[in-house]
């Protein structure tokens, strides 16, 4: 697949709004034809008009679901958006133990992706209580996303640990992980025992729960304005009173409702339910 036409990228962007919610910016043609290209292979499809055409008829087991994480899949890394977890770590936390001393605080990892960001979360929370006795009880992490395959690799939990993962200091290499005979290193069985894997969309209307804190990064800048505002009310419900929405800096694209009070911090904004 050299290039995508024209008419068959809009009948693409038209399929993903309408059956999934997700946008598919113009701008994103040449991205969506690298990320294609594998499911065209794997599915013996030779052009995005034959997707198409088998996105529609039944007995294509598994094509929808791969279009779908070819698309939204996204970059996963050990503290991801340093800003995210300076807000975490020196607010956020310290606001919940103030209110709630001792108390266990429940996180969902709303777009889990291969499982970086929620171990990262529970690690996080693990070096906050360690800094902190007594402050916090242990974190309870529920980590979701849309994607089979990437929760299976997050189940696993085994990675390679290469020189650009600087954020997993030799510190956290040998407290959180555990060497692999085969090569690569496992997270460790404690942090793993905090974190939960479950499959989930979005925008389904059943919340998986209530949180102190709900983390989302790289997820909602796939979806239109009005799916963002209902995502957002959505996080809105599953969050305890004063909980915190935390999101990527590219994520909101200043479209919060009044639902949030933004709380200013050194490295960006957390929004407080209120």
């Known amino acids: 697949m050299e290039t995508i036409k024209t008419s068959d990228y809009q009948a693409l962007q038209a399929y993903l709004r309408d059956a999934c919610g997700i946008l598919l910016r113009d701008s994103a043609q040449e991205l969506a034809r690298r990320r294609l290209r594998p499911v065209l292979d794997n599915h013996q499809l030779t052009s995005i008009e034959d997707l198409l055409e088998g996105l529609d008829r039944p007995g294509r087991s598994g094509l929808k679901e791969a279009v779908i994480d070819a698309i939204t899949m996204s ?3 050990w503290f991801g958006d340093a800003s995210v977890f300076t807000m975490l770590c020196d607010h956020v936390l310290p606001d919940l133990a103030g209110r709630n001393s001792g108390k266990r605080v429940a996180i969902w990892s709303a777009a889990c992706s291969t499982g970086q960001e929620p171990y990262s979360l529970a690690m996080a929370t ?3 209580r360690e800094q902190n006795p ?6 309870r992490v529920l980590a979701t ?3 089979r395959s990437a929760l299976e690799v997050a189940r696993r939990a085994h990675y390679e640990l290469g020189p650009d993962e600087t954020s997993v200091t030799s510190g956290r290499k040998q407290r959180f992980f555990r060497s692999v005979e085969k090569g690569g290193w496992q ?4 942090i793993r025992a905090l ?6 969309n979005l925008l389904q209307r059943t919340l998986p729960g209530k949180f102190d ?3 989302c990064q790289n997820a909602l800048v796939y979806y239109s304005a009005e799916k963002r505002k209902a995502i957002l009310a959505r996080f809105h419900a599953a969050l305890n009173p004063g909980g915190y929405l935390i999101a990527g800096s590219s994520e909101l694209a200043g479209d919060v409702p009044d639902l949030y009070e933004p709380i200013e911090c050194h490295n960006g904004t957390a929004y407080r339910k209120k």
């Open 75 to 77: 970059e996963s890394r």
């Open 126 to 128: 693990s070096e906050f």
């Open 134 to 139: 007594g402050s916090l009880g242990e974190a």
């Open 145 to 147: 996303d849309t994607s």
């Open 187 to 190: 997270v460790s069985p404690d």
């Open 195 to 200: 974190v939960e894997f479950r499959e989930l």
């Open 213 to 215: 804190v709900v983390v």
